[in-house]
C-alpha cells in the first residue's frame, strides 16, 4: 500500500492550494479518507475527513468554509482544496485511510509541505 502526496507549497495569505492523495495497492473506494497536519512544535490536528460509501465529510472548526475534502475513487486519488489560506495553515499535511470495514487497517501517506506566507 502507496499513499503519495503531492501538490503541497509556499503560497500567499488569502491565496489558494490544492493537495493531492494517491493511492495504490488498496481498494480506495472501501477506504474512509482524512487529512491531518502537523506544523512545527504541535500536534497532528485532524483538519477533514470523508466517508467511503456516502461522502460525508467533516471539518475543523478553524478550516470550516475555506477547505474542502473530496475524492475521486475511478482516479484512486484524494484531494483536500484550500482557499483563504492563513500563516496559522503552514504545517506539513498528511493523508490517512481507514478502512471503512475495520479501523484495523489504515494508512498514512508521507506528508506535504504547506507554507501561507508573504
Known amino acids: 500500500v502507496q499513499l503519495v502526496e503531492s501538490g503541497g507549497g509556499l503560497v500567499q495569505p488569502g491565496g489558494s492550494l490544492r493537495v493531492s492523495c494517491a493511492a495504490s495497492?488498496?481498494?480506495?473506494?472501501?477506504?474512509?479518507m482524512s487529512w491531518y497536519r502537523q506544523a512545527p512544535g504541535k500536534e497532528r490536528e485532524l483538519v477533514a475527513h470523508?466517508?467511503?460509501?456516502?461522502?460525508?465529510?467533516n471539518y475543523a472548526d478553524s478550516v470550516k468554509g475555506r477547505f474542502t475534502i473530496s475524492r475521486d475513487n475511478a482516479k484512486n486519488t484524494g484531494y483536500l482544496q484550500m482557499n483563504s489560506l492563513k500563516p496559522e495553515d503552514t504545517a506539513v499535511y498528511y493523508c490517512?485511510?481507514?478502512?471503512?470495514?475495520?479501523?484495523?487497517?489504515?494508512?498514512w501517506g508521507q506528508g506535504t509541505q504547506v507554507t501561507v506566507s508573504s
Open positions: 495497492g488498496l481498494t480506495f473506494s472501501s477506504y474512509d
Open positions: 490517512k485511510v481507514t478502512s471503512a470495514y475495520s479501523q484495523k487497517y489504515f494508512y
Open positions: 470523508i466517508l467511503a460509501f456516502s461522502d460525508i465529510t
